[in-house]
């Protein structure tokens, strides 16, 4: 049988064709030539997403959704024979095997920080619009200064830093914000140095911090993230009734939930609410559940016990209990399918 000579078709079905493959297929292909990376390039594949992790030398791609796992580039840490290359952006990196059921490519792992900017910026003009997702211990953040200098982590839309006894200081998250410039959210499960400067990330849509430390409730209040999510935080029944206020008078426009932990066991309602005029759950009013999408999983939240009550322009909210966390969610779905 004759070899389809993929090149000689026009763009359009060029496009129909690497559209039904695989996402690792299409990468393979892209690293056939120069001519088959600009055709890729022209032929617009569906945006996929990229999670690069710098403490495990792994890069993923997922899908659209940011649900199903494409392939694997993972550097491996303990050397082996290598059986073939690939040519990215000019830098040969040394591959040791493939894994077609994990769809994985396994590389050695001394070429990470050579390969990790061109195997980018070859992913980046092999798909569509691609986003990156940059997760990051804090204690290597001295050997990846050169690396994340590069334009190309312009593209992060999400960010994670984590770091079990290391704090991170407002210069390094200054450096960090800088560099990569995150459009939609930022997690940082490290500790925070006791002068942190917390209105530096109070603007991302979607925050999540498990070990806020002293934040004052200036800063809460100033707050325009859309979902927080927020840990191990110095407020109060009676700050966070001082918060609750302030939303009613028509501040925080953006916020839809804010979770924090904590609360072992029910607030005390009357500090909580004291000055607000409050209902129990009506089911004519609203739903009993509340769902909520962090980044990819949809979470439901039962409301049944909240205690709901409305800000200046009628926008209704919601304050709950559950297990060790005190959820205030705002209404924008008030029956959830």
Partial sequence: MNS????????????????????????????VSRRILNCLSLARIPVQTIDVNISLDTITVFDKSYVEREFIIEFVKSPQPVVGQMKVDNICINVCSKDEVCKTIYCNSNQFESGLVPGLKHLDKTFFRMGFAIGLEINTLRTTRGILCDPIFKKCFYMQ???????????????????????????????????????????FSRLRVPNLGNMPLEDLKAMDCEIAKLGRHQFNEIDLNEFLHH???????????????????????DFLLNGITHT????????????????????????????DFKDANGQLATVVHHSKFLDFLVWENRFFD
């Avoid at 389809?4 to 695989?22: N, T």
């Avoid at 960090?176 to 990330?201: A, S």
């Avoid at 009013?285 to 205690?307: A, H, P, Q, W």
Wanted: glycine share 4%; aromatic share 12%.
């Fill in 4 to 31: 389809i000579k993929l090149l000689s078709f026009p763009l359009l079905a060029f496009s129909e064709i690497v559209r039904s493959m695989e996402v690792m297929e299409i990468f393979e292909l892209s690293l």
């Fill in 161 to 203: 830093i984590r770091g079990e006894d290391e704090e991170l200081s407002n210069e390094d998250c200054e450096y960090l914000l800088e560099k990569t410039q995150p459009t939609i959210g930022i997690t940082i499960f490290c500790k925070l140095c006791p002068d942190f400067n917390y209105r530096k990330i109070l603007h």
């Fill in 247 to 269: 939303w009613i008078k028509g501040n925080n426009r953006k916020l839809r939930r804010l979770q924090l932990n904590g609360f072992k066991y029910a607030p005390e309602w």
């Fill in 280 to 307: 129990e759950w009506n089911p004519k009013e609203r739903g009993d559940l509340y769902k909520s999408k962090f980044t990819v999983d949809m979470e439901t939240i039962d409301c049944k016990n909240g205690r």
